[in-house]
């Protein structure tokens, strides 16, 4: 661990990298593993100090990411070419998603607002409330755009092209809501922060909340078994079957985004132990090495055999290439 502590933070990579390859190539024909290992590079952010917080994969095919403390929405191209846009109001971005539209559209934290930005750079924002947030935000399966209303406790929905919003609220008071994601089922699914609860909404509107007094809910998404997946903040993740069984799994490490991943896998931000992680769809967790420094938050699969996360403290973005 001391050597490793001397490498270069892309380089610490290595050996996680390297068992991720081996499991998604898997055995050849003659039950011998592929050893072909993964490339990995890292690339600073401009702005310093830019607290990157959430990734997508945008329509155009590059990467999008907010940077919460810079009020910016940044575009990085699969070569890792970085260009950065201010928003209109410094308006704490937070999540972003590829809308139905061919923009981006991302959430503002401080303002009441979502935004979306055009491949070229141009953002448009967008009020709900005078006093409200936004948390997570997400293409819906009905072709509009969805969001959390944090400090509202409502869920929202802005339909797409006429721009009509609707608020939903949840049935718990106060439940913070965090982040929001598509099920498999056809319906989207949230976290409730303070409500210590998992909600269920339908494209009609209809919530349903399962669960009682689950601590630090916060990221959600959809796992490739089907089921939704979702982090408790330095505890655990878990599962909830769409009819609203749970399982919970302890993690090594301090989970805190979750992403679907390459194969049948999902991934995994450790931001308070700066490593990263492949989960299977039985809950097993294997860690990267400690990634100096850096405070993962957004992962996400990107074009082209990649792995892409943003590193918090590093102030940069980083980048696996999965071999062939």
């Not at 990157?52 to 994969?57: A, E, F, G, L, Q």
């Not at 982040?179 to 609860?197: M, P, Q, R, S, Y």
């Not at 809910?217 to 069984?245: A, E, H, M």
């Not at 957004?298 to 055999?305: A, F, N, Q, S, W």
Request: negative net charge; proline residues 10%; charged residues 15%.
């Amino acid at each position: 661990m001391l050597i490793m502590k001397r490498l270069n933070p892309a380089a610490l990579l290595f050996a996680f990298v390297t068992f991720l390859s081996i499991t998604l190539c898997g055995p050849t024909m003659h039950g011998q593993t592929n050893t072909v290992t993964a490339q990995h590079r890292s690339f600073p952010i401009p702005s310093s100090d830019s607290q990157p917080i959430s990734i997508t994969v945008g329509p155009d095919g590059n990467l999008w990411f907010t940077e919460q403390n810079r009020s910016q929405v940044a575009r990085i191209t699969p070569e890792g070419v970085i260009t950065e846009f201010l928003t209109p109001t410094f308006s704490f971005p937070i999540d972003i998603t590829p809308g139905p539209d061919g923009n981006i559209w991302f959430s503002e934290g401080s303002v009441g607002q979502i935004a979306f930005i055009t491949p070229a750079g141009q953002i448009e924002e967008i009020p709900f409330s005078g006093f409200d947030a936004a948390g997570g935000i997400t293409t819906g399966p009905d072709g509009n755009i969805w969001f959390t209303d944090l400090t509202g406790n409502n869920i929202w929905r802005l339909e797409l092209p006429a721009r009509t919003l609707t608020r939903f609220p949840i049935p718990t008071p106060d439940s913070f809501p965090n982040d929001i994601t598509v099920g498999a089922d056809g319906n989207l699914w949230f976290t409730e922060g303070a409500g210590g609860k998992i909600g269920r909404i339908t494209p009609s509107g209809v919530i349903t909340e399962f669960g009682s007094g689950l601590s630090l809910l916060f990221k959600i998404t959809t796992g490739p078994d089907g089921n939704v997946w979702f982090t408790q903040r330095f505890t655990q993740i878990g599962k909830i079957t769409p009819t609203g069984q749970f399982t919970f799994y302890p993690t090594p490490g301090s989970p805190e985004q979750i992403a679907p991943g390459p194969g049948n896998n999902l991934l995994l931000t450790e931001f308070g132990n700066n490593k990263i992680a492949r989960v299977t769809t039985d809950g097993v967790v294997t860690e990267s090495p400690e990634i100096d420094n850096s405070g993962p938050t957004g992962i996400v699969v990107g074009p082209d055999r990649t792995i892409w996360f943003l590193g918090y403290a590093a102030n940069r973005v980083y980048r696996i290439t999965l071999p062939r």
